[in-house]
């Protein structure tokens, strides 16, 4: 059978997810779920970092700006979900890309 006649359909290998050029994406499903998670818990680190405006601007609230949410639990957040994201793009996809 030459190059240019179609394979019958129990003859064709299993088709792969392939991008727009016809690779094989770099990346599975499971990756990608990966880094929506670490973007997300980035994103909630970096919420719990904001805020602590004072309605008087000549008053400084110590306890408000310095609270153990603010620069502790936060930045922990913004850390782990750096290690999530790192953790998703080192992850071999199961399909051995």
């Known amino acids: 059978m030459s190059e240019n006649q179609a394979?019958?359909?129990a003859e064709?290998?299993?088709?792969?997810?392939t991008g727009s050029a016809g690779r094989p994406f770099m990346l599975s499903k499971d990756n990608y779920t990966l880094m929506f998670i670490g973007?997300?818990?980035?994103?909630?680190g970096?919420?719990?970092m904001a805020g602590g405006k004072s309605a008087d601007?000549?008053?400084?609230?110590?306890?408000?700006?310095?609270?153990?949410r603010r620069?502790?639990?936060a930045p922990i957040l913004?850390?782990?979900?750096?290690?999530?994201?790192?953790?998703?793009?080192?992850?071999?996809?199961?399909?051995?890309?």
């Open 7 to 9: 394979q019958p359909m």
């Open 12 to 17: 064709r290998p299993a088709a792969k997810t």
């Open 39 to 44: 973007l997300g818990v980035i994103i909630l």
């Open 46 to 48: 970096f919420i719990m």
């Open 57 to 68: 601007p000549n008053v400084f609230n110590y306890d408000e700006i310095y609270s153990a």
């Open 71 to 73: 620069i502790t639990i």
């Open 78 to 97: 913004v850390l782990l979900g750096l290690a999530i994201e790192g953790y998703a793009i080192m992850k071999k996809p199961k399909n051995g890309i």
